[in-house]
């Protein structure tokens, strides 16, 4: 069972060479990338809208929220007990700029290196559907309240944060990392709800 799990896992390192442009490519499409993961399950699919929400370029009014909505309907799939993850092509259409984007993934990359040392397949009861489903719940959550808090600046940052981390121990199957996203949304939604309302208002 763990020789397997291991064959099926990603690296970190390998997660963003996925997320990395091609040098000939002027903007990166998320069905590029939707092209090239769909087979390894909704981890990875999760981990590229809340990278991307993590960095500079989510700093771009309707990023956050695009990647929210993004997030919400691939965890809302794993809710459902969708075996592959499917997305509308509005959705797939989404994009953004491929020097930032790339230039983004080669300064992130030697860290993830060093991350990987602690990444290992482990906590298998994640793939529990009990666990597995409090994992997309709380990537459901993160992504609804993405939506609100853009009107925040940088408030997004810890939602998208945890959804990442959660999908980082997806890929991964390294459920002890997937718990810790979950303690950091819990942590976004409690700091979500209390300035919710100024958002609103």
């Not at 390894?40 to 929210?68: D, E, N, Y």
């Not at 993830?112 to 009861?125: H, I, Q, S």
């Not at 559907?129 to 459901?140: E, G, T």
């Not at 944060?161 to 959660?166: D, E, H, K, Q, S």
Request: net charge positive; hydrophobic share 55%.
């Amino acid at each position: 069972m763990w020789a397997k799990t291991a064959e099926r896992s990603m690296t970190l390192t390998e997660l963003l060479s996925k997320m990395q442009p091609r040098a000939s490519q002027d903007l990166f499409y998320f069905a590029d990338f939707w092209d090239v993961m769909e087979k390894r399950g909704f981890g990875p699919m999760l981990a590229l809208p809340s990278f991307i929400a993590c960095t500079p370029v989510g700093a771009i009014p309707g990023v956050p929220s695009l990647s929210g909505v993004t997030i919400l309907l691939i965890a809302l799939q794993i809710l459902l007990g969708s075996r592959h993850p499917w997305l509308p092509q509005k959705v797939m259409d989404i994009h953004c700029d491929a020097d930032q984007l790339r230039n983004i993934v080669v300064k992130v990359k030697p860290h993830a290196a060093r991350v990987d040392r602690f990444l290992v397949p482990r906590c298998f009861f994640m793939r529990k559907p009990v666990f597995r489903s409090l994992i997309a719940l709380n990537c459901v959550g993160c992504g609804l309240v993405m939506i609100p808090l853009e009107l925040i600046p940088f408030m997004g940052l810890i939602p998208a944060l945890a959804v990442f981390i959660m999908a980082v121990g997806m890929a991964t199957d390294d459920g002890a990392v997937a718990l810790i996203g979950v303690t950091i949304s819990l942590f976004g939604f409690a700091l979500g709800f209390e300035h919710l309302p100024n958002a609103i208002g």
